[in-house]
C-alpha cells in the first residue's frame, strides 16, 4: 500500500521520536542502520521529511535528526505519507490503473474504497507519540 520510501519514512520518524524523548539527535547512518535502509536512501527520505517540517536537521559536531518533544504528539503519520507518497493513496485506484473512479470504476473500486478510507482515518488519528511510546515500551518494535 505505501512505497518502500514512505515505508522507511515512517520508521525513521519514529526512530527520531523514540531518540528525542531521550533528548539524543540520531544520524543518518544510525536511522539507516536501524530502519535497515540504505543509507542515501535514507538521506533521501530524512530531506523530505525535514522539508515537510516533520523533524528537524542540527548540523555540527554534535547535530543530527531530531523532533522537538512538545511536537511528537501533533505529527500525524498522515503527515509522513504526504511528505514522502503525496495524497494519491486516497484516491488511486486499488489495481493501479491509469483511470478509475465512480462512473469508470475497475472491478475492485467500490470495495477499495472503503479500505482507502479507513486507512485515511487511521492516518489521520495515528500521531508519532503513540507509535514511539510503543516502541519504548517493548509494546512494538521497529526492527526483527
Known amino acids: 500500500m505505501f512505497s518502500k520510501a514512505c515505508e522507511y519514512g515512517i520508521k525513521a520518524a519514529i526512530f527520531i521520536a523514540t ?5 539524543i539527535r540520531v544520524s543518518p547512518k544510525e536511522i539507516a542502520m536501524e530502519i535497515s535502509s540504505p543509507q542515501a536512501f535514507t538521506a533521501k527520505i530524512l530531506q523530505a521529511l525535514v ?6 536537521s542540527v548540523k555540527g559536531a554534535y547535530g543530527g535528526f531530531e ?15 504526504k511528505a514522502i507518497d503525496g495524497d494519491t493513496i486516497y484516491s488511486a485506484c486499488g489495481l493501479g490503473l491509469d483511470k478509475c473512479d465512480e462512473n469508470h470504476p475497475c472491478p475492485v473500486h467500490d470495495k477499495f474504497k472503503g479500505v482507502r478510507d479507513e486507512l485515511k482515518f487511521m492516518l489521520e488519528n495515528t500521531n508519532l507519540e503513540e507509535l514511539a511510546l510503543n516502541i519504548k515500551s ?5 526492527k526483527v
Open 19 to 23: 531518540k528525542s524523548y531521550e533528548g
Open 138 to 142: 517493548g509494546a512494538s518494535f521497529l
Open 67 to 81: 523532533i522537538n518533544k512538545g511536537d511528537i504528539s501533533t505529527i500525524k503519520l498522515s503527515q509522513i505519507v
Open 51 to 56: 522539508k515537510h517540517d516533520v523533524v528537524k
